[in-house]
């Protein structure tokens, strides 16, 4: 392990320009800032038609009826579709991403608020809207269920009832490790603490909301499918098998993405509707959903009820950890994550400890809320997991009186241990954790900061400090493990190096942000030697790019990451047979440096890549077996998922009188392994702190009992801003990954996973003069000033 301290913000003007790894400016940003940027809504396609969606006003009705015969009769109105409609087309109901299915327009009963009832296609935009407006939806008002805790009830109303035999709201039920174990070592504990813990419904509301262009063409039967997707490749093939297109006449383009923070790995209805749109009127069909529909009926992320217990000796040896888990999904099981983990990857609630046994139930089940579950930075729900452990292991440290940083460091999986084996079945690669929990102490004064804290109290002033520490386990595959869909998790990747040296790599995984147009360039340019402004990164468009299974679960380096370098390494062993013919000597006579295959013992003679590019392509007698061209194409299956880890401290200072909550200061630790560009890497790390700000103090998605969304607007949908974050301050450590071809970790949802808890730790921190132990998120200055009177709700 390498320890670092670089002060955050560098600033621009930046002149490192290195060959390969380092801190570059965004190759995409020259496009950004000028406002060429080119998203969904942008594309105008000739004849383009509008489409816009009817949505159901209440949470839970049978549908009695539907005339649309005022809306057809508005001059600009095209066509209107119903779900009658689309059952006879055999459309009514598609798969989601959990072996579910879900309504693409409602046929039978409402199942939330805001659900999809009618598509409206129109000559503009405003047409389409006013005339959702003319049609007439008769509803009989069924009783909402909005309280996962009263889903299995055994006078609950069964929500999908369309479902055959079916009589409770219960999803699945899915247990792992050892209970029996778990219970003894629990039994014979000196200290358990337990803990309800509620992580509620939070949304990733991207700047973009989700939207798609239809075009399809009935001659030749192709469809041209613009979207907003992370994940292009899966998206064309359940299409493929959905709409019985054949898959090679689906194309799918996902263009500029504004943000997707997993709000984009489904299939929506809308996206349906508009090829169903496109294929009835003949013209290609555009729809793009407003900030309401996105926040009242797209993934939302979260909403588990967690109950907790954690188990120690007297001196703070961290046991065994135990869980219970109340999943709430929705109406449709849309959860967009791994087959065999209904939970996503929760059971690494372990965390970066040494236990002894853990075990955890999870119990998903239906409400009338809106569908998905898996999203916003959550690296298939890490987000949950280390929030939970993060939160025992503070009440623990509390029950135990010591200091939280302390309890943490004496119960780290310690270096020489790794490969570990946790006891819920995962292996986490590498690991260094003491030297990053003490470097972020270091950044930030943490004793300074605890005698700062005392004198406070003594004073009555309300000061909290907030350590949190995590192991995120991203980057599925290995695909024999993970699928989505029965597509299993590994990703392609295509090089080309032209004649004159400048080259195209071509990628399954889709950029919302991240910066995959500088970062995977880099990577080529790392292998090849070659500069990465020679290099151009193709995704997007499944015409365009090889198959795999696209950008979530910040997988987009632990795997295409992988692809790409080992594509790189592949051109570069074919670059040494050309060369070998170009010189006149034989390949194991060559030596590499960066960019150049030369003769060993005799470095004035060798060929760079853009020579031996212009060979490959030229009248160079080539080597048996050897193509003329430079290019070649890998698709990569990781042996292992990567378990980047960090260690995050937060100050806060809390208002007395109001119960407001300042984050004072907040320092960040992070291990990616490997870094490829430490600007990205910030900027990743400084967004995922703003979101955890938001969720541990800001963001709800709340539900009245009618089942009225409480959080269908930014007025009610409370998101930071610069002004409720400090600046941040960031180190890191680096510890590569053993199994990575060039030992990176992912990192682009690492914040967002560790920052809650350090939050929420810190505000309990600062409310402990009130004996007030834990509270539920997010800490807005009702809740706080509730906790400070003693209560748990604010009235
Ligand atoms: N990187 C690096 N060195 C490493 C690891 C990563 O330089 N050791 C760089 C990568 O090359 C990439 C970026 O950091 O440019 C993020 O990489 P990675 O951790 O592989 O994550 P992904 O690219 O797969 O991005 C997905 C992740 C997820 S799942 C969510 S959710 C999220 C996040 O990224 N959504 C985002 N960060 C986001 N950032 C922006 N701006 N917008 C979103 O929608
Ligand atoms: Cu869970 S949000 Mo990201 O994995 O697309």
């Avoid at 013992?601 to 060929?607: H, I, L, N, Q």
Wanted: with cysteine; aromatic share 8%.
């Amino acid at each position: 392990t390498v320890i670092h301290e670089r002060p955050s913000n560098p600033g621009a003007g930046d002149e490192d320009r290195p060959i390969g790894f380092g801190r570059i400016q965004r190759k995409e940003d020259p496009r950004f800032v000028r406002g060429k940027g080119h998203y969904l809504d942008d594309i105008v396609l000739p004849g383009m038609l509008h489409g816009a969606i009817l949505r159901a006003p209440v949470a839970h009705a049978r549908l009695v009826s539907i005339d649309t015969t005022n809306a057809l009769a508005h001059p600009k109105v095209v066509t209107v579709i119903t779900g009658k409609d689309l059952l006879g087309l055999k459309l009514a109901w598609a798969p989601t991403l959990s072996a579910d299915v879900q309504a693409v327009l409602v046929t039978d009963k409402v199942r939330f608020q805001g659900q999809e009832v009618a598509f409206v296609v129109a000559e503009d935009r405003y047409a389409a809207r006013d005339a959702l407006e003319l049609i007439d939806v008769e509803y009989d008002v069924l009783p909402p269920l909005v309280d996962a805790r009263k889903a299995l009830d055994p006078d609950a109303p069964v929500i999908r009832d369309e479902i055959e035999g079916r009589t409770d709201n219960r999803i699945f039920d899915w247990e792992i490790g050892d209970k029996a174990e778990t219970e003894a070592v629990f039994a014979s504990a000196d200290v358990v603490v337990s803990q309800e813990i509620v992580y509620p419904r939070v949304h990733p509301a991207p700047m973009e909301t989700c939207g798609a262009v239809a075009d399809y063409e009935p001659v030749e039967g192709r469809l041209t499918l613009y979207e907003t997707t992370q994940a292009p490749h899966a998206h064309r093939t359940l299409y493929a098998i959905v709409a019985g297109i054949p898959e090679h006449k689906i194309r799918i383009v996902s263009p500029d993405i504004g943000g997707g923070f997993g709000n984009k790995v489904g299939i929506y209805p809308g996206y349906i509707l508009a090829v169903v749109g496109s294929i009835v009127t003949g013209h290609p069909v555009k729809w793009v959903e407003d900030r309401s529909e996105n926040l009242m009926s797209t993934s939302f992320a979260r909403d588990y009820i967690m109950q907790g217990e954690i188990a120690a000796t007297k001196e703070g040896k961290i046991l065994a950890v135990r869980t219970n888990v109340l999943a709430d999904h929705g109406a449709f099981n849309a959860t967009a994550q791994p087959t065999k983990n209904p939970a996503g990857f929760f059971s690494i609630f372990t965390g970066s400890y040494d236990l002894k046994a853990a075990y955890c139930t999870v119990t998903g089940v239906y409400t009338n809320k809106a569908p998905g579950g898996v999203a916003y930075a959550c690296s298939f729900r890490v987000t949950e997991a280390v929030y939970l452990v993060e939160r025992l292991v503070d009440i623990l440290a509390r029950k135990l009186e010591m200091d939280p940083a302390e309890l943490r460091l004496k119960n780290f999986i310690k270096p020489e241990q790794f490969p570990y084996a946790n006891k819920t079945g995962w292996i986490y690669d590498s690991g260094n954790y003491e030297p990053a929990m003490r470097l972020s102490m270091q950044l930030a004064g943490y004793d300074e900061l605890r005698r700062e804290q005392k004198e406070k109290r003594a004073r009555g002033e309300l000061m909290g400090i907030g350590v949190s520490f995590f192991t995120e386990t991203v980057g599925a595959g290995p695909r024999k493990h993970f699928d989505i869909v029965g597509l299993g998790m590994a990703d392609g990747a295509e090089l080309r190096v032209h004649p004159t040296g400048k080259a195209v790599v071509r990628i399954s995984v889709q950029t919302q942000g991240q910066g995959h147009e500088t970062t995977f360039a880099q990577i080529v340019a790392e292998e090849l030697g070659i500069a990465p402004e020679n290099v151009d990164v193709v995704h997007g468009d499944t015409d365009q790019t090889p198959f795999g299974l696209g950008t979530y679960g910040s997988r987009s380096t632990p795997v295409s990451g992988g692809a790409v370098a080992l594509v790189a390494r592949k051109v570069r062993e074919k670059a040494k047979l050309i060369a070998a013919a170009m010189l006149e000597t034989r390949p194991e006579d060559l030596e590499w440096e960066k960019g150049r295959w030369f003769v060993k013992g005799d470095p004035s003679v060798g060929k760079t890549i853009a020579e031996i590019a212009m060979g490959a392509h030229g009248t160079v007698a080539l080597p048996e077996g050897i193509d003329g061209n430079l290019d070649a194409e890998v698709t990569y299956d990781p042996p292992n998922l990567t378990f980047p880890f960090g260690a995050y401290i937060c100050v806060v200072d809390v208002d007395p009188g109001t119960g407001h909550v300042k984050v004072r200061r907040f320092i960040a630790v992070d291990d990616c392994g490997t870094r490829i560009n430490p600007m990205i890497i910030e900027g990743q790390v400084h967004g995922g702190l703003t979101d955890g700000v938001g969720m541990a103090l800001m963001e709800i998605i709340e539900f009245d009992e009618a089942g009225n969304c409480l959080g269908g607007s930014f007025m009610d949908y409370l998101i930071p801003t610069a002004m409720e974050v400090p600046d941040w301050e960031t180190g890191f450590t680096v510890t590569p990954s053993p199994h990575h071809p060039i030992g990176a970790k992912g990192i682009g949802e690492s914040a967002t996973v560790g920052s809650p808890p350090a939050i929420v730790n810190a505000v309990v921190d600062a409310l402990a003069p009130f004996g007030v132990t834990h509270m539920d998120m997010p800490c807005t200055p009702a809740r706080v000033w509730a906790a400070m009177q003693g209560r748990a709700r604010p009235p």
